[in-house]
T-cell receptor, first 112, second 112 residues
Framework: KAGVTQTPRYLIKTRGQQVTLSCSPI?????VSWYQQTPGQGLQFLFE???????NKGNFPGRFSGRQFSNSRSEMNVSTLELGDSALYLC???????????FGQGTRLTVV | GDSVTQMEGPVTLSEEAFLTINCTYT??????LFWYVQYPGEGLQLLLK?????DKGSNKGFEATYRKETTSFHLEKGSVQVSDSAVYFC???????????FGTGTSLTVIP
C-alpha cells in the first residue's frame, strides 16, 4: 500500500514568486491536512480538506491557500513568497473516522 | 487553548540507557494523544498513540500512558539503541480531522 506522496521533494524559489505543492494521500483516505515545519515555530497547522471542502484552517495569512480534488489529491499554493516561508511542508492523510494521520516525507521549500 | 508542552532537548544517552521524554497537554475536550518520530530528512512516523485516559500505547519498545489526572503522556523506553536517534514529537488531536497540536520536539542522540 503506497504511503502519502508529496511532490516535489525540494524547491528553490525567489522572493515574490508563487509556488504549488502537491500531495497524494493514501488510497481511500479522504482527509488531507497540511503543516509547516520551521526551526523557530515548530510544526504548525495550515489547513485541512475533506471531500474537496476546507474544514479547518490555521492561523496563516491569505497567501497560503489550498484545494482538494475529487480523487482526494490536494495542492497548496503560496503566493508572493517571503524569505520566512522557507520551511518543510508536510502533508498528512487519514480515514474519515480515524484520529490516526499518516505523513508524507515533505517538500523542502527554500525562498531566496 | 489546546497545546502540548514537551521536554526541551537535545538529549544524549548511551546505548542501553533508560529514556524518558516528558509531555504534558492542555485541551478543551478529550484528546487523543500521539508520539511521532522524525528521522533526518524525513516526514513524521507514528510511533504510538492512546485515545482515552489510562490507555497505554506501545511500539518498538517505546511506551506512553495517557494520564488524565496529570494531563501527561510521557514517552519511555527501557533500553535505547543507536537507531533510536531521531526527533520525537508529542501531539494531540481533538477530533477525527487532522488538526494536530504538536510539541516543539525533542532531539535524541544515542551514542554507542
Amino acid at each position: 500500500k503506497a504511503g502519502v506522496t508529496q511532490t516535489p521533494r525540494y524547491l528553490i524559489k525567489t522572493r515574490g514568486q508563487q509556488v504549488t505543492l502537491s500531495c497524494s494521500p493514501i488510497s481511500g483516505h479522504r482527509s488531507v491536512s497540511w503543516y509547516q515545519q520551521t526551526p523557530g515555530q515548530g510544526l504548525q497547522f495550515l489547513f485541512e480538506y475533506f471531500s474537496e471542502t476546507q474544514r479547518n484552517k490555521g492561523n496563516f495569512p491569505g497567501r497560503f491557500s489550498g484545494r482538494q480534488f475529487s480523487n482526494s489529491r490536494s495542492e497548496m499554493n503560496v503566493s508572493t513568497l517571503e524569505l520566512g516561508d522557507s520551511a518543510l511542508y508536510l502533508c498528512a492523510s487519514s480515514l474519515e473516522d480515524s484520529t490516526e494521520a499518516f505523513f508524507g516525507q515533505g517538500t523542502r521549500l527554500t525562498v531566496v | 487553548g489546546d497545546s502540548v508542552t514537551q521536554m526541551e532537548g537535545p538529549v544524549t544517552l548511551s546505548e542501553e540507557a533508560f529514556l524518558t521524554i516528558n509531555c504534558t497537554y492542555t485541551a478543551t475536550g478529550y484528546p487523543s494523544l500521539f508520539w511521532y518520530v522524525q528521522y533526518p530528512g524525513e516526514g513524521l512516523q507514528l510511533l504510538l498513540k492512546a485515545t482515552k485516559a489510562d490507555d497505554k500505547g506501545s511500539n518498538k519498545g517505546f511506551e506512553a500512558t495517557y494520564r488524565k489526572e496529570t494531563t501527561s503522556f510521557h514517552l519511555e523506553k527501557g533500553s535505547v539503541q543507536v537507531s533510536d536517534s531521531a526527533v520525537y514529537f508529542c501531539a494531540l488531536t481533538l477530533w477525527t480531522g487532522n488538526q494536530f497540536y504538536f510539541g516543539t520536539g525533542t532531539s535524541l542522540t544515542v551514542i554507542p
